[in-house]
Structure formats: structure tokens, C-alpha cells
């Protein structure tokens, strides 16, 4: 029989761990060891990054108990950036085309005045120019680019309807933000 003995920096020890109303732990024991470094790998949403800011004190458990070893500093990066958790994942990609969409909107605002006789000349020399301006810049095809890049970020199609603050941490961290790249 072999005999382990080394000094606990920080402990959890759980009965039940929920986060926004979801059971991610039940009956939970970690201990980490002076010194050691931790990495916790699993699915999105399983944890992660709760169980680290409950060992950090940035959230509480909502049964049992956090040790910590006094005067014990721990380094941490967090993964979230501060992201917009208004709208859904595919509201926040279409924002990204914000001059596109609304070029979109001076496209079907022309339409419609196109119907009417007194302002179809007026209407049909802009729609001709702008409509080509849309189609250079890809207007037509970004919906295409936001179901391709999503998909390549690793996200299903059932997440691009999903509100921003329903994602994990990771997923909140992998959505794309505004820049010339996307």
C-alpha cells in the first residue's frame, strides 16, 4: 500500500454545483496541491469554467464548501472576454455586416418605390448603382459566410439561434466579433 501525503493550496467539495438552473455536479471532490497546476478538459458546457471561478471565489457553490489555504494568490487568465450577451449568435454575426444590411434596407426601401409612378425614374437610377455596389461586397452571399464560418468555429446549426448568454464559456470565447477578417 502506498501512502500519499502533500499540502492542499485549495479544495472544493460539493454536493450539488447548478449554474443558471442546470445540475453540472453532484457529490464533486477536488483537492489541488501546493504547487500544482490544474487543467480541466471536457465538452462545452460541462463545468469547466464554473468549477475554476468557484475554486477562485468569483461564483459560490450553491451546496458545500470552497478551501482555501490563507494568503494562497492563484493566477488566472479567464477565457470570456466581455461579450455582448444581448441578441442570439447569429444576430451578433449580421451585426458584423451592419453596412451591408443596410444597404439591404435602401435596396427594399427603392423596391417599393420603384411601385409607385411618380418616383420609379428617380428610384431606378440609384437601385441599378447600389444594387451593384451590394453584390460586389458580397451582400448576397453573407448569409452563406456566417453558416460557414460558424460551422468551422465548431458550432452545430441548432446554436446559431441560441441567445449569446446561453452559450458556455468556450463558445462565448470561439463567436466571432466585428473585424475586417470575418
Given amino acids: 500500500m502506498k501512502w500519499a501525503c502533500y499540502v492542499v493550496d485549495c479544495g472544493l467539495k460539493s454536493e450539488q454545483i447548478l449554474w443558471r438552473g442546470v445540475d453540472l455536479f453532484r457529490r464533486v471532490s477536488l483537492a489541488v496541491p501546493k504547487g500544482a497546476r490544474l487543467a480541466l478538459v471536457g465538452p462545452n458546457g460541462c463545468g469547466k469554467t464554473t468549477s475554476l471561478r468557484i475554486l477562485l471565489g468569483v461564483e459560490e457553490p450553491t451546496a458545500g464548501a470552497v478551501m482555501r489555504a490563507r494568503g494562497l494568490r492563484i493566477g488566472y487568465l479567464p477565457q470570456e472576454?466581455?461579450?455582448?450577451?444581448?441578441?442570439?449568435?447569429?444576430?451578433?454575426?449580421?451585426n458584423i455586416?451592419?453596412?451591408?444590411?443596410?444597404?439591404q434596407r435602401e435596396l427594399e426601401r427603392l423596391e417599393q418605390a420603384m411601385t409607385r409612378p411618380e418616383e420609379r425614374r428617380q428610384a431606378l437610377a440609384r437601385y441599378g448603382p447600389l444594387q451593384e455596389e451590394f453584390e460586389r461586397r458580397g451582400g448576397y452571399l453573407f448569409p452563406t459566410r456566417i453558416r460557414q464560418t460558424l460551422s468551422g468555429l465548431g458550432f452545430a446549426e441548432s446554436d446559431f439561434y441560441l441567445p449569446l448568454a446561453h452559450l458556455s464559456g468556450g463558445q462565448q470565447t470561439r463567436a466571432p466579433r466585428p473585424s475586417p477578417a470575418f
Fill in 97 to 103: 455586416f451592419a453596412d451591408l444590411l443596410e444597404r
Fill in 81 to 94: 472576454t466581455e461579450v455582448e450577451t444581448e441578441g442570439t449568435l447569429w444576430d451578433s454575426c449580421r
